[in-house]
């Protein structure tokens, strides 16, 4: 195959995982907490003997951090973040971190997310209160207040996602780097009451899905025009 038909194919490759990227979005828009994925690429230059031939990589997965709206739906256990911090929870493999405040108390008093996973604290351990203590009230800071006594505290972490992430589910993020236990008093506070809707703007994603599409599919024509000539360039080099 020519480097015609090798750089097509990077191209194809590449805008492929675009468009999943791109159609995981949409398809996420009403995850709550969800955050917009995305997908940065470089180029790729390969030298040959009079010219540089550049290829599309294969892209490395980036999130946006953009705060979505906040819903009120007046259940107590269900908690929205202002500012750029995550909640942990402890999943079967391990520590993730998510904007999804939506709890729920089981019989033993953990407080538990819609997957079953428990909240953590600051330490990095579950949470658990009193089931029969009463209701809770969870101040801007993250302490949990029963019965008029501090019976917990949120962990509330800062990510840094330079050096890589993994997804945990919809909403749940991995990063590569360790957090850092956050302060509220950085900017940033715990409401109770509220939710946080998903930062993916459906229009917007919308129209980006068919330009990606679209953009496939040149490129999967221009991969057949290169193949065709190809076939034609061997048929006539071998009827001489």
Do not use: C, W
């Amino acid at each position: 195959m020519e480097s015609s038909g090798y750089v097509a194919l990077s191209a194809q490759l590449a805008i492929d995982r675009r468009l999943s990227t791109v159609a995981n979005n949409v398809a996420n828009a009403g995850t709550v907490g969800y955050r917009a994925a995305g997908v940065v690429f470089n180029a790729l230059t390969s030298p040959t003997e009079s010219f540089e031939t550049v290829f599309a990589s294969v892209g490395k997965g980036s999130i946006n951090l953009a705060s979505g709206g906040l819903k009120q739906t007046g259940n107590a256990l269900d908690l929205a973040i202002k500012g750029d911090m995550f909640l942990g929870y402890m999943g079967p493999s391990g520590a993730y971190y998510s904007r999804d405040g939506r709890l729920t108390m089981l019989d033993s008093g953990e407080l538990i997310n819609p997957l079953g996973h428990p909240l953590l604290d600051g330490s990095g351990s579950p949470i658990a209160v009193k089931p029969d203590g009463g209701p809770l009230t969870i101040q801007a800071n993250g302490t949990i207040i029963q019965g008029g006594a501090r019976v917990g505290q949120i962990g509330l972490f800062n990510l840094d996602l330079s050096g890589g992430f993994e997804r945990a589910g919809s909403a749940g993020i991995v990063p590569k780097l360790a957090p850092e236990t956050a302060d509220a008093a950085e900017g940033g506070a715990v409401v109770q009451g509220y939710v946080e809707e998903s930062n993916v703007d459906p229009v917007s994603e919308m129209v980006r899905l068919i330009q990606v599409t679209r953009a496939f599919e040149a490129a999967t024509t221009l991969s057949g025009k290169i193949f065709d000539a190809e076939s034609e360039a061997i048929k006539t080099l071998g009827s001489r």
